[in-house]
């Protein structure tokens, strides 16, 4: 968790994988791998869910895999499961960097536009969380001692 913070603090933008050892994990891991490889302008880390509790409560990690999309040292968007990317474990690696290009965190590049189907799912993940509450610490950054 410590290393977390010390990475997450040189970085402008940050995608964090917050996972556990099952299929659905390894589906998100393959691609976000081909996505790291391609994108240098931002930081992929993973963060095992199991190992790092107070991480996964202070982010309010509560499916796996979820993608914590950070900016400047705030967690701005996450993505939780595959309901934004089909709803399906064989989703193109194509839609999952159209979902990081939308929030942000990687640029986006001419073959995204063209292997992208345009009935993909566009919906935000904030939309379907109806027991997300806004707090007060939700203003500062979610990494102030």
Sequence with gaps: ???????????????????????PCQVMDKHLGLL???????????????????????LKVWMLPTLALIKNEKTTDYVVGFDELGGVDDFQTETLAMRLVAAGL?????????????????????SSIRSYKKTDSDEDSDFDD
């Design 1 to 23: 968790e410590k290393e977390f913070f010390n990475e997450m603090k040189k970085e402008d933008r940050m995608v964090c994988h917050f996972y556990r050892n099952n299929w």
């Design 106 to 126: 990687i640029f986006e590049q001419d073959e995204y536009k063209q292997n992208t189907n345009a009935n993909q799912p566009t919906r935000s993940v904030r």
């Design 36 to 58: 790291a490889a391609k994108h240098v302008e931002t930081k992929f880390v993973k963060v095992n869910a199991e190992k790092a509790p107070f991480l996964t409560e202070r």
